[in-house]
Nanobody, 120 residues
Framework: QVQLVESGGGLVQAGGSLRLSCADS????????MGWFRQRPGQEREFIGA????????YYEDFALGRFRITSGSAKNTVYLQMDRLEPEDTAVYYC?????????????WGPGTQVTVSS
């Protein structure tokens, strides 16, 4: 069983940075590829990027290149999202996901999300 929880969201001014964390408190011993998604107000959830369970492969959507960075932690199913030069358009609920196809934008297990608000 995988139970993901995100943390680190909050209110930040445009141009600032935030680091989101995602940890697995479930009993599963299996390691999964991990990814980040977001849902902006009034829009569908969109894929940000993902990292393989070994940390050897990363993928980012075009909009995330250069400003967002995904890294993994030493604990199983732990992942971070470093976001720099944030813009008001980055305001969204951010979700982490785990699964075997996260690198192509499909998660099997999801966290409840954490709100990020970027003020102008």
């Amino acid at each position: 069983q995988v139970q993901l929880v995100e943390s680190g969201g909050g209110l930040v001014q445009a141009g600032g940075s935030l680091r989101l964390s995602c940890a697995d408190s479930g009993r599963s011993l299996r390691r999964y590829d991990m990814g980040w998604f977001r849902q902006r107000p009034g829009q569908e959830r969109e894929f940000i990027g993902a990292i393989s369970w070994s940390g050897g492969n990363r993928y980012y959507e075009d909009f995330a290149l250069g400003r967002f960075r995904i890294t993994s932690g030493s604990a199983k199913n732990t992942v971070y999202l470093q976001m720099d030069r944030l813009e008001p358009e980055d305001t969204a609920v951010y979700y982490c996901a785990a699964g075997n196809q996260v690198l192509i934008g499909q998660g099997d297990y999801w966290g409840p999300g954490t709100q990020v608000t970027v003020s102008s």
